[in-house]
């Protein structure tokens, strides 16, 4: 079985910062890409930031500059996602995603968290 859990979520002030962290557990033989995405009420969940095994990073438009993705160096199996000069459309279900090879003999599949909600309001 594999599990992703976020954590970091909360309430934040126009301006202020959060850093969110998605840890990967059980059965893995490789994490290939790792990611976030994001679902506001109403509306569809969109990919905020990704990043390969490799380092390769791909940020939304609407995140660029003030959003940070990135890995944990030694195990590789830890996803964050520092986000600040927040604003209030930053408001939404915060998703880590992963493409996990769970065995050898396996295929690549993706795997969600639960989701952990960011909330950006004065």
């Known amino acids: 079985q594999v599990q992703l859990v976020e954590s970091g979520g909360g309430l934040v002030q126009p301006g202020g910062s959060l850093r969110l962290s998605c840890a990967a557990s059980?059965?893995?033989?490789?994490?290939?890409?790792m990611g976030w995405y994001r679902q506001a009420p109403g509306k569809q969940r969109e990919l905020v930031a990704t990043?390969?095994?490799?380092?390769?990073?791909?940020y939304a438009d609407s995140v660029k500059g003030r959003f940070t993705i990135s890995r944990d160096n030694n195990a590789k199996n830890t996803v964050y996602l520092q986000m600040d000069s927040l604003k209030p459309e930053d408001t939404a279900v915060y998703y880590c995603n992963a493409n996990i090879l769970p065995r050898i003999i396996d295929t690549v599949t993706t795997y969600w968290g639960r989701g952990t909600q960011v909330t950006v309001s004065s």
């Open positions: 990043i390969t095994s490799g380092g390769s990073i791909n």
């Open positions: 059980g059965t893995i033989f490789k994490i290939y890409a």
